[in-house]
């Protein structure tokens, strides 16, 4: 097993919507404070222009259609590089810096994997990804539907995604089907398996 070290960490939570990121990253950020870390928490998409304007797009009916697809990678790229110089600072000063999403979020949720991969060749990819699996019906019970990325069938074929990038890329996967509690647990048992807290 190799170690990360702790004070150069790009950490990230990925997961189907309703698959309880944020919540976790919540948790787990206190307890990396807890532990004497300082924590940089970063979500995607930010605040920034074009994740205002992701937002807006999210809400349009055709936001699964291929062309609206590709708008919305190029903009996920952009809000994402935004955040570039943040987390290079950020361990500058020996912090982690933990995500909710990063650019697989982008390959998980937009075709074309190839193109994907070629608009986030300047992007940082994180350190150690932590998948959080789902079943898409207790996903959706955990959500309010606003994005028309969240039905049933969209979510299936993008959690099939998220299971193979898992095994290209080596993620850590965990039940998210469990409690809040047992998903904070199972977090916290992978990330002292990889890093020295
Ligand atoms: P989400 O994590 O749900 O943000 P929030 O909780 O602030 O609403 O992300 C919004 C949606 O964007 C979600 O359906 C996943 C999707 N998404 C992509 O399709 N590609 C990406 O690259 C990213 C970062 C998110």
New binding site residues.
Partial sequence: MVFIRVNDMYLCLEG??GSG??TQLAMLGEWLEKCGLEVLRV???TESPPGQL??EM?TDPRATTPHF?RI??LL??A??MMLMDRIGEAEKQEKIVIS???????????SDPDWILEINRHIKKPDLVILLDVDVEQAINR?EGK?H??NPEFLGK?RKNYLKLAQNHNFSVVNANHSVRKVHEDIKTILSSRIRI
């Fill in positions: 189907i919507d990121k944020s979500y995607e998409p992701i937002r999210l697809q919305l990678g996920f790229a809000d994402r909710d999403r990063s650019f697989y979020s982008s390959l998980a949720y937009q959500f994005d990325f969240e993008v």
